[in-house]
């Protein structure tokens, strides 16, 4: 049984909220949706097509390669029909692997258990075709397994990708309160910006989403950035093909745009940080950093998108001072952005309130465990003497 061969279940996880938009890129993809579910969509495909959404998805986690779906009551079942695996397939002799696990089975109360009966398998079954045996441990960074138990019912995959797609490799230093680029994304696919217009993000801290929407714009996807994913780990793996797909998405990537990016902020590290992640992103010289008040970022004719990320705090102190940020930035939409459309993400609602302005949609997010909104304002000429 060749476990790399032929179209299997593919499940990509996402974050909350992140999904429809997560869809959306998959069906761009031109792949099937076999599931949705609020954490993950469900594909299906051959493993080429694996490997070419570790290097497309920008609002995905990871992609998991299913490679076994059967019934199991106990661990020592567990083990039987994971023996049969062809495991030699995927892990060279001396090459190395982990196991995760989600486990929801009466027989297991530590995961760990579970863990080590799939080790095992792996184990046991490469010593005896190949008369030695792979090392294994917790690090994410070559191959790992995921093992899904509920009840009777086992999911096994292969993590193509490791650590997190969230992880594009520009962004060394995080700053202070960074979005993940999986998120930002999402919250640019949300705005309904595609690259036409002007792209202003005030309050940019590390400069995630102005670098997120620079590269959307760009076409470029995150895979020209990422150059380490798990899928390189396994046994016998040519680079041709990633080769090959880089390549052909480097030709697609259009570097010259006639629309202005701006990214501000009143902190000049964070923007000497901004700058130094679009340099690794190598996007830098198509966003314009500025370090100033939010409220003197230079809005250029034409109309776009306004996003922006401001604090929330959590402290009180902090939640009294940020109220007037909020109230400021709202007197700045309506002064200053005529024409654009705003988004603001936050994770306090009663802040979002003192904005002033009438949200007309709202998108629900977690970020780092925080439950966030996007609200959108229309700033359109005219928009507010409409209403
Ligand atoms: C939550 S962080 C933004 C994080 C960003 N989205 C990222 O991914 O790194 C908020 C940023 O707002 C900036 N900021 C706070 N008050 C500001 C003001 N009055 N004008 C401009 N920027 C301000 C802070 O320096 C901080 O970098």
Redesign the pocket.
């Known amino acids: 049984m060749h476990l790399l061969e032929g179209r299997h279940h593919i499940v990509v996880p996402c974050s909350p909220g992140v999904a429809p938009f997560l869809t959306r890129e998959l069906r761009a993809l031109k792949m099937p949706i076999i599931e949705e579910r609020s954490t993950s969509i469900t594909t299906k495909g051959d493993f080429a097509s694996a490997l070419k959404l570790n290097l497309n998805l920008r609002t995905g986690q990871r992609v998991l390669w299913r490679l076994a779906s059967f019934k199991a009551s106990d661990p020592d079942q567990l083990y039987e029909k994971l023996m049969p695996l062809a495991w030699e397939e995927m892990v060279a002799a001396d090459g190395y692997f982990s196991v995760t696990s989600v486990v929801d089975n009466p027989t297991i109360r530590d995961n760990r258990f579970a863990n080590l009966r799939v080790k095992d398998a792996i184990v046991d079954r490469i010593r005896r075709i190949c008369g030695r045996r792979p090392d294994s441990g917790p690090r994410r960074d070559r191959l790992v397994f995921y093992l899904f138990w509920q009840q009777d019912d086992v999911k096994i995959y292969l993590d193509t990708s490791g650590p997190t797609l969230a992880q594009r490799d520009y962004r060394l230093d995080?700053?202070?309160?960074?979005?993940r680029e999986t998120l930002?994304a999402a919250l640019i696919m949300a705005s309904g910006w595609n690259g036409s217009k002007n792209f202003i993000?005030?309050?940019?801290?590390?400069?995630?989403?102005a670098i997120e929407a620079a590269l959307i714009a760009q076409k470029r996807i995150p895979g020209l950035l990422r150059q380490e994913y798990s899928f390189q780990s396994l046994a016998g793996f040519k680079n041709m093909e990633l080769l090959e797909m880089r390549a052909a998405a480097a030709r697609e990537a259009r570097p010259d745009r006639k629309i202005r990016l701006i990214a501000?902020?009143?902190?000049p590290a964070?923007i000497k940080v901004?700058k130094e992640n679009a340099v690794r992103a190598e996007v830098a010289d198509v966003i314009e950093f500025i370090t100033?008040?939010?409220?003197e970022?230079p809005i250029p004719e034409g109309g776009g998108v306004l996003l922006?990320?401001?604090?929330?705090g959590h402290r009180l102190g902090d939640v009294e001072e940020l109220r007037l940020?909020y109230r400021?930035l709202g007197d700045f939409l309506k002064k200053s952005a005529t024409g654009y459309e705003a988004f603001i993400?936050s994770g306090n609602r009663s802040l979002l309130k003192e904005v002033g302005l009438r949200a007309d949609r709202r998108w629900s997010f977690d970020n780092g465990g925080i439950a966030c909104d996007l609200d959108a304002f229309p700033l359109y000429k005219g928009s507010r003497e409409k209403k």
Do not use: Q, V
């Open positions: 995080p700053g202070k309160a960074p979005l930002a993000n005030p309050m940019c801290g590390s400069g995630t989403l501000s902020d009143i902190d964070m901004a100033c008040d939010f409220a970022t922006c990320n401001p604090e929330y940020t400021r993400f």
